[in-house]
């Protein structure tokens, strides 16, 4: 693999998505990861990533210098940048002039790392110290106004830097960079794809699993339909997947999973019916976390008992015991409960999808090392309805958050009503692309007085809250177009009965969450 070493700020993983884009497969590992414990991993390459810190600020992350001895390909980005240039003998100085944003860089020395590219591009920036004087040997690449060292390359020791960040979108050549790094400098062929990590995964599969029976979970999203494609295409029917629909699910939601997935794959499906058990556990509850709590409690205990059946029936038949539990744990799942880096854990979401912590059962967990951009090419390779495939973040209580109030059967069908409707405009707009997820509520405890036709009306608000964001943990208001909204509230307002008022929720995140509730 290649290495990024995570000094702790957010780059190393959109890094190791840009690796993982240029089809070459990445890790990140921790800056306090020792030069043996490199060697050991025998890695094709190293990229140091960009940190919030200075290099002389007290407790500053450190890294083994020892690791630029070890004849790795090696490319520092930003803060791993001026790591290299220190421990390599150059010089890094506070020179009180900062560059933030896009800055022009004028390339000097095209070289190994920056060929093929015009010697004037934007670049994105966000340092205050600059490397002052390149290391003994290296050759300076490209400079900007306030930077006389923005780039530097030793060909011989196969050591390269840039201070500017090549992973961000904003840096016109920044892709270019690290391929030039990845498949010039250090000689990595671009191979890794879907269609090998299927193959790797279904072998991995195959021989965790033996003969023994796998039971999945299925959510209804992504993560979790690829997940039990790709141990089904390992293992065939020892592979049931169990379904609960706790009523808490958007229109044609349980019927893509049990139609359209179950046709796609050929899995063995089991539906849980417990829409009754949810809506009477929530019944009267409005508090946000006491719902959570109980939708939460009830799904495993939902899940367990069809398990439990399971278990008994394959005792009872004589067959293979259920030994495996599939769960689509992804990367930055893994990187951030700390399996990759010390980078503290931000929100540890109450996940429906989650499962007991006694489990008697051991885990399958074929998407640990993916991103979500790669989970959605996998889903594709392994033929699975688009509908899945691309759909956008759902949280796993479902509904049952995005009714302020207390939940019951029509509340929630007026919701579900109206979401349809939005959704359907959304996509026929074209604007999924653009619109990472819009969650619709009603305001159930909320009324207010309107007049439709010739009466007087006294209904409840249903709110859009369309979002813009690459992965939830901050994210803006998307701008919808105005006859778009507009095509919406008519219709709700037409079409569904209670909801006589439309609003637009245009808050961030943060301060406002993505959900309401
Ligand atoms: P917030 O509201 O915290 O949501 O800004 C961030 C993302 O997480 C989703 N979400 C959840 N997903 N279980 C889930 O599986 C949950 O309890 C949950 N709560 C929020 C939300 O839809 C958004 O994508």
């Known amino acids: 693999p290649v290495l990024v070493v995570d000094f702790g700020a957010q780059y190393a993983q959109l890094i190791a998505r840009r690796v993982r884009e240029a089809s070459v497969y990445s890790e990140i590992v921790p800056h306090t990861i020792t030069a043996a414990e490199i060697a050991a991993k025998n890695p094709a390459g190293i990229i140091l990533s960009g940190g919030p810190s200075s290099v002389y600020e007290e407790g500053a992350p450190s890294f083994d210098a020892g690791a630029f001895a070890l004849g790795i390909p090696t490319l520092g980005i930003c803060y791993g940048f001026q790591v290299m240039a220190q421990a390599l003998g150059g010089e890094v100085a506070h020179t009180g002039r900062s560059e933030y944003g896009a800055t022009d860089v004028s390339v000097g020395v095209a070289g190994t790392l920056l060929g093929d590219q015009p010697t004037e591009q934007i670049a994105w920036m966000s340092h205050g110290d600059s490397v002052s004087r390149a290391p003994e040997g290296f050759e300076v690449l490209a400079s900007t106004l306030s930077t006389p060292v923005a780039a530097f390359a030793s060909d011989e020791k196969k050591l390269y830097g840039v201070q500017w960040h090549p992973e961000v979108r904003h840096s016109q050549y920044g892709q270019a960079v690290l391929e030039n790094f990845l498949h010039r400098a250090a000689g990595i062929p671009a191979d890794w794809n879907s269609e090998n990590v299927i193959e790797t995964q279904v072998a991995r599969i195959r021989e965790q699993v033996g003969s023994a029976r796998v039971i999945a979970g299925l959510s209804g999203g992504v993560d979790s339909a690829v997940a039990a494609a790709i141990v089904h295409r390992a293992v065939g029917d020892q592979l049931t997947c169990v379904f609960v629909d706790h009523g808490l699910l958007r229109q044609g939601e349980r019927e893509q999973v049990e139609r359209d997935y179950v046709a796609a794959t050929g899995i063995r499906l089991i539906t849980v019916d417990a829409a009754e058990v949810f809506l009477r556990e929530l019944d009267g509850v409005t508090d946000p976390e006491q719902k959570r709590k109980i939708i939460g409690r009830e799904f495993i205990r939902a899940f367990e008992r069809t398990q439990a059946e399971l278990v008994a029936e394959a005792a009872a038949e004589g067959a293979e015991p259920v030994k495996f539990l599939v769960q689509g744990t992804l990367y930055p799942d893994v990187v951030e409960s700390g399996g990759g880096t010390g980078t503290a854990n931000i929100k540890s979401h109450h996940n429906v999808g989650g499962l007991p912590e006694d489990l008697e059962f051991e885990l399958v967990e074929p998407l640990r090392t993916l991103f979500k951009d790669e989970v959605r090419a996998i889903g594709r390779e ?45 996509t026929a707009a074209g604007l999924d692309g653009e619109i990472w997820q819009c969650p619709v509520v009603l305001l159930a405890d909320v009324r207010s007085v309107g007049v439709q036709g010739d009466g007087r009306t006294y209904g409840h608000p249903i709110v859009l809250r369309p979002v813009s964001s690459e992965d939830a943990m901050t994210a803006d208001w998307t701008r919808v177009p105005y006859d778009v909204l507009a095509r919406i509230s008519n219709r709700i307002t037409n079409e569904v009965r209670e909801v006589n008022r439309v609003v637009l929720d245009v808050t961030s995140k943060p301060p406002g969450t993505i959900e309401w509730e």
Request: charged share 25%.
């Open 382 to 426: 392994l033929g699975l309805p688009e509908e899945i495939v691309a759909r956008q973040p759902f949280p796993g209580p479902g509904l049952g958050i995005r009714i302020v109030g207390a939940v019951n059967h029509e509340r929630l069908e007026t919701l579900r009503a109206a979401d349809a409707i939005a959704r359907e405009e959304l």
